[in-house]
């Protein structure tokens, strides 16, 4: 390998790891969006359709206890209507685009990494790893579980 294979050499293998690191931030993100969004469906609607089930067997005449559940269940699905119980999915979702948009330039960047001059591709290689660290910096982070479950599947090859 000549002198000049080096820093090429260096350089690709930095921006495989920024590959590697934004498939899987990306992956963790859409996993976390879809269960984010399950989530709040799931903590309002299931709550408000206890509280429906619960309200009309007072209105039917069973027992008045259920009016207390009607009220319990009721109160659950407006505090997570009111909280906004799938406000973390479209947050989610930008930054799994933002970290796929930025794995398809590493992509290109690597392609071209052999025609580019050292000087042209140490420019190239610092541009992606600020763009990186400025996602990072504004993500919210996702749970371990998310994480593990999208590395599974980029081990897989699913993404």
């Not at 000049?4 to 498939?23: C, E, F, H, M, S």
């Not at 973390?88 to 933002?98: G, H, L, V, Y």
């Amino acid at each position: 390998m000549a002198d000049t294979d080096q820093p090429v050499a260096a350089y690709q293998k930095i921006l495989d790891r920024l590959y590697d690191n934004a498939t899987y931030s990306a992956q963790a993100y859409f996993e976390a969006a879809k269960g984010a969004e399950f989530l709040g469906k799931v903590i309002v609607f299931l709550p408000a359709l206890m509280a429906a089930c619960a309200g009309a067997l007072v209105a039917l005449d069973f027992s008045k206890a259920w009016g207390i559940a009607a009220a319990a269940a009721g109160l659950v699905s407006a505090t997570g209507s009111f909280l906004g119980a799938e406000r973390k999915a479209p947050s989610f979702r930008e930054s799994a685009r933002r970290y796929t948009q930025l794995r398809h330039k590493i992509a290109s960047a690597a392609d071209l990494a052999t025609f580019a001059s050292v000087k042209d591709l140490a420019e190239i290689v610092k541009k992606l790893e600020v763009e990186y660290s400025e996602i990072v910096g504004r993500d919210e982070p996702v749970s371990n579980r998310y994480f593990n479950r999208a590395s599974r599947r980029v081990k897989r090859g699913k993404v």
